[in-house]
């Protein structure tokens, strides 16, 4: 069979762009160069807390800084809240994990206070079981709503739990879906 030559142009000309983009794609290849700078604060890791800066700062995001950061070593790696009252009543303590803080410029402020339960689980960070709602509960993965709702009833009832042992006393609640519920939830953090 012959092929004539426009068919066998159009297909020598799809092969050099085939092998032009997996030439561009693989490491090292011609166009990839240099892997770019890394974002300072940009991955969390042994050592780091996650901090949510939010509000007014051009900067917002979650930083993953340092275990020991305080506010204002915060506000300068951010880069943010210059001229913004601090909270009372430490500002030299260090931040714990999990938290947002929002920089209000109209009335210059700095406002700290717990992240949001959809975004620590998205950031892999355990909520808090005596302090979370029925709808934060429903974000865990293996509590549907009627679960979240027997666990809210259980902690009204009973009080607070004490240990993530406790759940074994919620309708429904078995060892086996326990330890599946384990990295998602802790008491008092």
Request: net charge positive; with cysteine.
């Amino acid at each position: 069979m012959k092929i004539g030559r426009d068919p066998a142009l159009g297909s020598t000309a799809l092969l050099a762009l085939a092998a032009l983009a997996l030439l561009c794609n693989v490491p090292g290849g011609i166009l990839t160069g240099s892997p770019p700078p890394a974002i300072p604060h940009a991955a969390g890791g042994p050592g780091t807390v996650a901090v949510e800066v939010s509000g007014d700062t051009g900067r917002n995001g979650v930083y993953f800084v340092p275990k020991g950061t305080t506010l204002p070593g915060l506000l300068e790696l951010a880069e943010a809240g210059r001229g913004a009252t601090m909270p009372s009543p430490d500002t030299a303590s260090s931040l714990k994990s999990a938290v947002t803080v929002r920089i209000l410029r109209g009335a210059p402020s700095v406002e700290v206070r717990p992240m949001a339960a959809a975004k620590r689980l998205a950031l892999g960070i355990p909520i808090d079981l005596n302090r979370s709602s029925r709808e934060e509960l429903v974000l865990v993965p293996g509590i549907g709503e009627a679960t979240a709702e027997r666990i809210v009833e259980r902690r009204g009832l009973a009080g607070t739990f004490r240990r993530l042992d406790d759940l074994l006393q919620v309708r429904g609640i078995k060892e086996r879906r326990l330890e599946k519920l384990r990295p998602y939830l802790c008491i008092g953090c």
